[in-house]
């Protein structure tokens, strides 16, 4: 079973920029690609970022575009570590921030459109505010 934590989360002035972090370990780690979603208050999940497997491609929401940094960092097979860099944030970037993990894709793809994903995080609150 995988598990995930993510860390970083926190308050922001306007402009400013977080670090998130999503530990990620399980099996399998080195076949899926790994997703940020956010969920603001009274808004729809909506995915951001994500990385493939293999860590050669990555995809962004129009949202988020040159502002958001997605990496990952593979020790071994079954422990992943996952970051967002996030500048330039602005108050309409406060939500709850989860990293997920899939399969569907192959090593070398992923799409930021997707939905369907094995595993959630508990989330991360950021804040953006003065």
């Known amino acids: 079973q995988l598990q995930l934590v993510e860390s970083g989360g926190g308050l922001v002035q306007p402009g400013g920029s977080l670090r998130l972090s999503c530990a990620a370990s399980?099996?399998?780690?080195?076949?899926?690609?790994i997703f940020w979603f956010r969920q603001a208050p009274g808004k729809e999940r909506e995915g951001i970022s994500c990385i493939s497997a293999s860590g050669s491609n990555t995809h962004y929401a129009d949202s988020v575009k040159g502002r958001f940094t997605i990496s990952r960092d593979s020790r071994d097979k079954a422990s992943v570590s996952v970051y967002m860099h996030m500048n330039e944030l602005r108050p309409e970037d406060t939500a709850i921030y989860y990293c997920?993990?899939?399969?569907?894709?192959?090593?070398?793809?992923?799409?930021?459109?997707?939905?369907?994903?094995?595993?959630w995080g508990q989330g991360a609150l950021v804040n953006v505010s003065s």
């Open positions: 997920a993990p899939t399969s569907t894709f192959v090593r070398t793809l992923c799409d930021v459109r997707a939905q369907s994903m094995d595993f």
């Open positions: 399980g099996a399998g780690l080195d076949w899926y690609a």
